[in-house]
């Protein structure tokens, strides 16, 4: 980058104000650290757990000289009911707590706004997750211009803007929080979205359109890391040590393995699990299954040991509990299918890795990833899903896919046959695109350059008023 521009960038400072959930967090720390890159100073506002848990990946970006730092406050997590040092979506102990969790966060408020007055040089910008309300008028009070970042590609945006039209949507229960957030969009200056606009062309195309242009695809984002040891920081402590999973995977075929993960906060009840394990087990092929820490935990943890699981599998299966240091994992030769849930960011990782897709959505708009992966992309095999498993009230749904469809769906993007051939071909050769997007010259790394430059333009139009 040119040094007069750097030299301008370096006036601007983003305040990002995150999500307190892993999907969340975690890619808006890759873009905290793709606007330092481009020499704009960045502040995180966090809190102590969670600066913990997702903030060992920025120390290297800090040390080698990037204008990033995260702004600490305490959250008072037991004056609103919560357990101590509960500060993310993953870790309430019921889902009925998750308003507590954003009211905890709104009482930050006027901390934080004391710290924009104080501030040196004072936020150009607030980028905030969507479903927050209060940096709304956090924003409105500075004139400061807010970027919203929801998670969400464009291909979901254009589909909510579509169901948004045809008024589906107002028979939904949460029709009013769906209102607060569509008005919070609405108002915001702008959307930044962790993809690429090569992956989804027409849709981001329409969506910028929606947006006026004032929608930048910088994404994908995870693309920041380049070396083995960031992988292996990014998101929680990982549950296993980087060389033991790098042995393990050294030590398979390339392309031979099946990778299981169900995301940050997904829970799954035990029935259902074991029938996904069951299906690793009948594919005859070596598999990592990430086995997510919670209070299901027992249950599967007993089935496992009762059943004799894990020694049947041993000489084939390694299980991870807890958290996988995912991005390590996929990029290895030796990964050859990724079982995913459809996280967004999980399903863009998977993208990334060049590596197709089996595809097992639980709620939300990981239906519509399903779609883009599966119909549109064409490099995912769909277990079947039919019906939305509400989060938080697994139990109601019981056993909704079987251990015999998960395996035929495993083969299917496993098998050697043509049609795996040119699935496979095709994540290949999004993967090139993905990464090609990042590069300097490349679509997204064009995007985070506009906006910035719109960013400055509006503070000089600001600051000359
Ligand atoms: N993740 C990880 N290890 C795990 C589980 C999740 O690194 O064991 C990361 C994953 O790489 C992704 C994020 O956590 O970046 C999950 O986000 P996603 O949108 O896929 O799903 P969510 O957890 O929000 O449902």
Redesign the pocket.
């Known amino acids: 980058m040119a040094l007069e521009q750097l030299q301008d960038n370096q006036l601007l400072h983003f305040l990002i104000i995150p999500l307190m959930?892993?999907?969340h967090y975690?890619?808006t720390i890759d873009m905290a650290k793709l606007l330092a890159q481009h020499g704009v100073k960045v502040t995180i506002v966090t809190t102590p757990v969670n600066a913990l848990r997702f903030g060992s990946i920025l120390d290297q970006a800090v040390q080698s000289g990037l204008p990033i730092c995260f702004m600490e406050f305490p959250l008072p997590s037991t004056e609103f009911g919560l357990p101590e040092g509960c500060e993310s979506l993953d870790d309430l102990p019921n889902l009925g707590l998750a308003k507590e969790l954003f009211l905890a966060q709104s009482s930050l408020q006027q901390q934080v706004e004391q710290y924009i007055e104080n501030s040196e040089p004072k936020p150009s910008c607030i980028l905030s997750g969507t479903f927050l309300q209060w940096p709304v008028e956090t924003a409105k009070k500075f004139q400061i211009p807010r970027i919203i970042f929801d998670?969400m590609n464009c291909f979901t945006q254009m589909c909510n803007h579509v169901l948004y039209l045809t008024k589906v949507h107002e028979s939904a229960e949460v029709k009013e929080f769906h209102e607060n957030v569509r008005v919070s969009e609405s108002e915001a200056y702008g959307v930044i979205i962790n993809s690429f606009q090569e992956l989804e062309q027409g849709y981001a195309d329409e969506y910028q359109k929606i947006k006026e242009d004032k929608a930048w695809c910088v994404g994908p984002s995870?693309l920041c890391y380049k070396d083995v040891s960031e992988k292996a920081l990014?998101?929680?402590k990982p549950s296993i040590n980087k060389n033991e999973c790098l042995k393990w995977l050294d030590s398979k075929d390339n392309g031979s393995v099946i990778y299981a993960?169900l995301?940050?906060?997904?829970r799954m009840e035990p029935d259902q699990l074991v029938e996904l394990a069951l299906a690793l087990e009948s594919s005859n092929r070596p598999f990592i299954w990430?086995v997510?820490a919670g209070h299901k935990t027992p249950k599967i943890e007993k089935w496992i040991e009762e059943d004799g699981f894990e020694e049947r599998t041993k000489d084939r299966g390694l299980l991870?509990r807890g958290?996988?240091?995912?991005?390590l994992v996929l990029s290895h030769p030796a990964i050859g299918g990724f079982l995913t849930?459809c996280?967004?960011?999980?399903?863009l990782?998977g993208v990334c890795a060049g590596v197709p897709m089996v595809t097992w959505p639980q709620f939300q708009e990981q239906f519509y990833n399903e779609k883009l992966v599966v119909q549109v992309l064409r490099i995912g095999v769909s277990v079947g899903a039919q019906n939305v498993v509400h989060w938080g009230e697994e139990e109601k749904s019981g056993v909704q896919i079987k251990s015999e469809e998960l395996r035929k769906a495993i083969e299917m993007v496993m098998e050697e046959g043509k049609e795996g051939e040119e699935r496979r071909k095709r994540a290949k050769e999004l993967s090139k695109m993905a990464h090609k997007a990042i590069e300097e010259g490349g679509s997204s790394h064009q995007n985070m350059r506009r906006l910035i430059e719109d960013i400055r333009n509006q503070s000089s139009t600001r600051n000359s008023s």
């Open positions: 959930s892993p999907g975690i890619p998670g995870s990014r998101g929680n993960c995301g940050s906060i997904s990430v997510r991870i958290w996988a240091p995912q991005l849930h996280g967004w960011n999980s399903t990782e």
